[in-house]
């Protein structure tokens, strides 16, 4: 075992240090850069249908349900096609509107969870085309699914899934990329943006890795908190899902994800000076928003985190600690916010002796509903 994580300390630390090769796995092939094309072979002809639809259903579970999230965020904004995002579970137990010719698109890292297994087999008897985005190959979503499109994240022992995220967030964006393409709905201008940003993904997430320890370091003035609160707007708002969820996961400290505005309906009430706030507050088109929702948590005596773009002088100044990441395209911010995250969650856990790659109570793959 020690052989198999490879110098790690644990096999999620190997895992989020894999990132920039998983995302590379994951592109390679598809995108090309010399003449700047995208080609996805796994969809063939569907590609087509579904560049036609009108509508769109992503169905998955955990951590795959907030890249589908991402996705849809992608779908809706280069492709102009509606998306709704399911839980598996939710979906198969009422009566999904689902028609003839709709399509249907399943996230599953190990193409074995029985909900969403459970869900596309619901869909397909509707007469849907089902389609999926697995890293397990010859896995039982990747089988019955029309076709699909495989993360090629390598195997994922972490119970708490990293690389598998990242690597699922690639492919939709790919997948949102190809569509808009198809549809004409892209410029020539974002779509190279996009080839080329996607592409320089993988060494700016080696350059966030450099900076372990001083996550490491930050982490460590958190291990005694009993919650937290994770804030992004945006395609940033699945991360802040995504970060808590990882938190809860292998730390079992009570936390939870909010869309930033949404906080002053609610999770407001809970900051003082013993709650740590992380807000991804990169430079996007929310930036000026985000940094008025830091005010809010600052002027509650809230302590804060924030994941910043890289020379970012304003929120350094306003809040406790912070976390650079480089600049990319708006839409590609995912791919870096949420690498942070799920380092702080790591170190946090591991400084709590919890142990990271089985945490109680939770299987790699829950393949029983
Ligand atoms: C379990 C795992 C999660 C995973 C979820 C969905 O809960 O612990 O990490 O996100 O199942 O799994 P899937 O294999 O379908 O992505």
Redesign the pocket.
């Known amino acids: 075992e020690a052989i198999e994580k490879g110098g790690y300390e644990h096999f999620m630390l190997k895992e989020i240090f894999e990132q920039p090769r998983s995302i590379a796995d994951s592109m390679r092939g598809r995108i090309n850069t010399t003449d700047a094309t995208l080609l996805l072979g796994g969809l063939g002809s569907y590609l087509d249908k579904i560049a036609k639809t009108k509508r769109i259903v992503i169905v998955?579970?955990?951590?795959?349900?907030h890249a589908g999230l991402v996705g849809e965020y992608l779908l809706e904004e280069l492709a102009r096609i509606n998306v709704e995002v399911e839980y598996a579970s939710e979906f198969r137990y009422r009566n999904p509107i689902i028609k003839e010719g709709d399509i249907v698109i399943a996230?599953?890292?190990?193409?074995?969870?029985a909900d969403?297994m459970a869900a596309l087999e619901l869909a397909k008897s509707k007469g849907a085309i089902i389609l999926g985005v697995c890293?397990?190959v010859g896995s039982s979503?990747a089988r019955i699914t029309h076709a699909g499109v495989y993360t090629h994240a390598g195997p994922e022992i972490g119970?708490?899934?990293t690389k598998?995220?990242t690597a699922q967030v690639t492919v939709l964006t790919l997948i949102a990329i190809a569509v808009a393409q198809k549809k004409g709905s892209i410029s020539d201008q974002l779509y190279r943006e996009l080839i080329f940003g996607l592409d320089a993904i993988p060494a700016k997430v080696e350059k966030i890795l450099k900076n372990a320890d001083k996550v490491k370091e930050i982490s460590k003035l958190f291990t005694f908190a009993s919650n937290f609160i994770f804030l992004g707007r945006g395609l940033n708002f699945p991360v802040a899902l995504e970060g808590a969820l990882k938190l809860k996961?292998i730390s079992y400290i009570h936390a939870e994800g909010y869309p930033a505005a949404e906080m002053k309906h609610g999770p407001i009430a809970l900051i003082d000076e013993d709650m740590p706030v992380v807000f991804i507050a990169t430079k996007d088109s929310s930036y000026e928003k985000i940094v008025s929702n830091i005010q809010e948590v600052k002027a509650r005596k809230g302590r804060v985190i924030a994941i910043v773009t890289e020379g970012d002088t304003l929120i350094p100044k306003m809040v406790d600690f912070t976390i650079e990441v480089p600049r990319t395209n708006d839409l590609l911010l995912p791919l870096l916010t949420s690498i942070p995250l799920q380092l702080i969650s790591y170190y946090i856990a591991v400084l709590r002796g919890r142990n990271v790659d089985q945490p109680r109570n939770?299987?790699?793959?829950?393949t029983v509903e």
């Open positions: 998955a579970c955990g951590t795959s349900w996230i599953s890292q190990s193409g074995e969870t969403t890293n397990v979503i119970v708490a899934s598998a995220f996961e939770l299987a790699k793959s829950v």
